[in-house]
């Protein structure tokens, strides 16, 4: 199972106001504008019931929660990494 939040925020146990999400086989990758911001091995992300676009990510250091963003905004840089393939952007290091 994969899963791909093209645009979040993310805020809990780490905090940052917009980020890709890539979540594989217990893996969670996590991408800024920068490149990789975080890797962590998590449990698979659950749909937040009652919550449009939210879900919930339980990892040993605590809960994050993302929250869907709009892909429009964010300007150019943001598209580069917005935009990119699922398997690119996973084999990407830094």
């Not at 996590?30 to 998590?42: I, K, P, Q, R, S």
């Not at 990494?81 to 084999?91: K, S």
Request: hydrophobic fraction near 40%.
């Amino acid at each position: 199972m994969t899963f791909d939040l093209r645009s979040a925020t993310m805020h809990g146990a780490y905090n940052c106001s917009r980020v890709r999400v890539l979540w594989r086989d217990g893996m969670l990758k996590v991408f800024t504008v920068d490149g990789l911001h975080l890797e962590l091995e998590t449990k698979a992300p659950v749909r937040r019931p009652y919550y449009m676009k939210s879900w919930l990510v339980e990892t040993e250091q605590g809960d994050i929660i993302l929250k869907g963003k709009c892909m429009t905004c964010g300007g150019r840089q943001w598209w580069r990494i917005g935009c990119m393939p699922f398997e690119q952007l996973w084999r990407m290091k830094t």
